[in-house]
């Protein structure tokens, strides 16, 4: 391989090979590290740990949104047995509720996705009709 103007690189032409970049931190051409070699000094550099926690931190939020997603699915979906066996009429009540089973599983997916701030939104809606579903006008 030449260099600009027709030297060559290898050091055959009297030099010692040397390119200038052993102080500046840069490698030469020919010694380019690979990309996850590349990948782990860039990671090492700074707050070490930190690419990590916001993952670990990510998945334990997903799983708490699907916990509470599926909490609130599975609460309006035993409100609706426990309604029907204690013998009450249907009504508007029960598709409250199926709407809140139907939202909690919803969210859930969301959840489980990484669309966390849907699922949550989702959820606090199912829990809404939940709670209006339970309120003493649909008894």
């Avoid at 708490?64 to 204690?86: E, K, P, T």
Wanted: aromatic share 8%.
């Amino acid at each position: 391989m030449t260099t600009h103007g027709g030297n060559a690189a290898d050091g055959s032409d009297g030099s010692d090979g040397s390119d200038g970049f052993e102080g500046s931190g840069l490698r030469p051409l020919s010694s380019r590290a690979s990309a996850d070699e590349l990948r782990a000094e860039f990671q090492a550099q700074g707050r070490p740990g930190l690419a990590e926690q916001r993952r670990r931190d990510a998945r334990q939020a997903r799983g708490m949104y699907a916990a509470f997603a599926g909490l609130v699915a599975v609460v309006c979906l035993v409100l609706i047995v426990v309604r029907l066996v204690q013998g009450d009429a249907l009504g508007v009540w029960v598709a409250t509720y199926a709407v809140g089973v139907a939202l909690g599983g919803w969210g859930f997916v969301l959840a489980r996705i990484s669309h966390t701030r849907w699922a949550m939104m989702v959820t606090c809606i199912a829990g809404a009709l939940a709670g209006l579903g339970d309120s003493p006008a649909f008894r």
